[in-house]
């Protein structure tokens, strides 16, 4: 069994457990990057399961034992999966494509921070450039149907942005009210799919006129680039109301003393 990391300490027993009751042997850790909240559980599981094999594409990622490379595929039992790499939000960012044979279910991506709902992990340690590839040419060409399971509930945000950036988008509203609904609920927003992404997601739709206007760019690459900075800003804005929660995160993640972006 493989598993796409975004594991706590808690969420390491708890997985182990889940594995249990399916009948079914953890053997692989397949992790997005090397941020802390993406591999903070990878020791762990390899203490809890000594030869577990812990895979990505970056030597940072906590507890590797192999890197992977874009295009590989792997195989675990009855389940493909496709590696490709997506650097933009990190230089050794690893998504990953799977469907399994003989299932009428679409296939899922787990995009971790490369593509989350209505956003993308906009902090970039290579070029908007790159990026732009990552999204365009890497994970937008996928098929629509596909599944995404990115790494963060940051939906809310992300469409209250999106609806800043495309005002008359109707698709934006629409899923706005829909993420409300499902947030009062306290019920997840993950996954989407691909093609409704290319509906709201402004990061998808850098050629789209309401974003070119709003970014004042028509290269792609550009308009992506203020996105991004524009996107850190409008979070910034929402923050210092509650300047608390971050700290409380830091601290329960025993991070106080070193701030990293995630
Ligand atoms: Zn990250």
Redesign the pocket.
């Known amino acids: 069994m493989g598993w796409v990391a975004h594991s706590t300490t808690t969420l390491s027993f708890q997985l182990l457990e889940i594995a249990g009751r399916e009948g079914v042997s953890l053997t692989t850790v397949l992790t997005?990057?090397?941020?802390w909240?993406?591999t903070r559980g990878n020791a762990e599981l390899v203490h809890l399961r000594p030869g577990l094999a812990v895979m990505g594409a970056d030597e940072r990622i906590s507890a590797i034992t192999r890197r992977l490379a874009h295009g590989e595929e792997l195989r675990f039992g009855a389940i493909h999966v496709r590696c490709l790499l997506t650097p933009g939000?990190?230089t050794g960012?690893m998504s990953y494509f799977l469907w399994e044979d003989e299932c009428l279910d679409p296939p899922a991506l787990f995009s971790?921070?490369a593509l989350t709902v209505a956003g993308c992990?906009w902090?970039l340690e290579d070029t908007a450039q790159q990026m732009y590839q990552s999204l365009a040419k890497i994970l937008g060409t996928l098929p629509p149907q596909t599944k995404v399971f990115c790494?963060h509930e940051h939906t809310l945000s992300n469409l209250e942005f999106a609806q800043k950036v495309d005002p008359c988008n109707n698709h934006v509203q629409a899923k706005l009210s829909w993420a409300q609904k499902r947030d009062d609920d306290d019920v997840p927003t993950v996954p989407s799919t691909l093609g409704e992404e290319f509906l709201y997601n402004p990061f998808l739709r850098v050629t789209e006129d309401a974003v070119r206007e709003f970014t004042g760019q028509v290269a792609p690459a550009q308009a992506l680039e203020v996105l991004c900075r524009e996107r850190a800003r409008f979070q910034l804005a929402l923050e210092p109301s509650q300047p608390q929660v971050g700290a409380l995160l830091a601290l329960q993640w025993g991070l106080l003393s070193t701030p990293q972006?995630?």
């Open positions: 997005t990057h090397h941020h909240d993406h939000h990190t960012h971790g921070d992990g902090h790494g972006k995630k």
